[in-house]
């Protein structure tokens, strides 16, 4: 068997999840930025990736752009501040009217808008910007035109590692504690998915066990991950410590879910497409093996 196609992200968030992945033989990952995996895993071009939740929402349309499920066996995601999801405004939350949002993530604008729409009752503009792209340019003094934008949405490493200056922002917002304020539960950012339909397929069934084990593994070993990976994304090592081992969220449960579906709603709610519900991929790894027994 060829060896299956998982698309991740490098943030130090998804350290947690695949440190020791590439090392086995019967996976390949495929490094890229969160708003590309889920057409990557449509397309065939993955078996696998860890998907923004707001995309494994999007209905599919049979052959062209085929729905998602959810494999339960690791999830990015947090109960409480997530520290790398953040709103940075230059006005007050309740007088923001467009917010430049970091392309990299769908889930964190959808989230910011569900947000904004139950705190103060507004919808402001979305206006999409490469944040990997402008960000120095912003850093160095504003931007091409001298102007800093009103608000701006920010997910991974860069909210730590290349801030915008509190001056500039001095309100701000974490997008995961305001979620928590909200409703009690944690908040699910992205988590692995395949296609609908081949969650019983071999390839799937294995990727499944794999993904389980090694994070598994990796939940006993994370000051180690943190001393060997924090460096070389830039986090001071006490930051890391706490965000990975207090802050995040790896692993699925019952609340994490019902997170996941509260989000659901709200999302369809302020008009987001969606399907009607989310699909779950019921698998069985405690005995070595993971099977599907059906998406609901």
């Not at 947090?78 to 769908?106: E, K, W, Y």
């Not at 569900?114 to 402001?124: A, H, N, S, T, Y």
């Not at 990976?229 to 692993?251: C, K, M, N, S, V």
């Amino acid at each position: 068997m060829d060896p299956i196609r998982i698309a991740c992200v490098r943030y130090l968030n998804t350290v947690v999840l695949i440190e020791g992945l590439a090392a086995l033989d019967e996976i390949a990952l495929i490094p890229t930025v969160p708003s590309r995996i889920a057409d990557m895993v449509r397309s065939g071009e993955a078996d696998i990736g860890l998907v923004s939740l707001v995309d494994a929402l999007r209905p599919g349309t049979e052959q062209r752009t085929p729905a998602l499920s959810l494999i339960p066996v690791g999830m990015i995601g947090c109960d409480g501040p997530t520290l790398t999801v953040r709103l940075f405004s230059s006005v007050a939350l309740d007088r923001v009217t467009r917010i430049h949002a970091d392309t990299d993530s769908h889930t964190s604008v959808a989230l910011a808008r569900i947000l904004m729409k139950d705190r103060f009752g507004i919808d402001p503009a979305i206006m999409g910007f490469n944040a990997r792209e402008h960000m120095p340019v912003w850093l160095s003094g504003g931007a091409e035109d001298g102007s800093w934008p009103e608000a701006m949405l920010l997910i991974g490493d860069k909210v730590v590692t290349d801030s915008p200056p509190a001056v500039r922002y001095p309100h701000q917002m974490d997008l995961g504690e305001a979620w928590h304020e909200l409703t009690g539960l944690p908040f699910v950012y992205a988590a692995w998915a395949c296609r609908a339909g081949e969650e019983a397929s071999p390839r799937v069934q294995l990727a499944a066990q794999l993904l389980d084990r090694q994070l598994r593994h990796n939940m006993t070993r994370i000051d180690w991950i943190i001393t060997r990976r924090a460096g070389e994304h830039r986090w001071p090592i006490d930051l890391a410590r706490q965000y990975l081992g207090t802050l995040l969220r790896f692993q699925i449960g019952e609340r994490e879910r019902a997170g996941a579906e509260s989000f659901a709603a709200r999302a369809r709610a302020i008009g987001i497409e969606a399907a009607p519900a989310l699909r779950w991929a019921s698998c069985n790894t405690d005995s070595g093996r993971a099977a599907t027994i059906g998406a609901t």
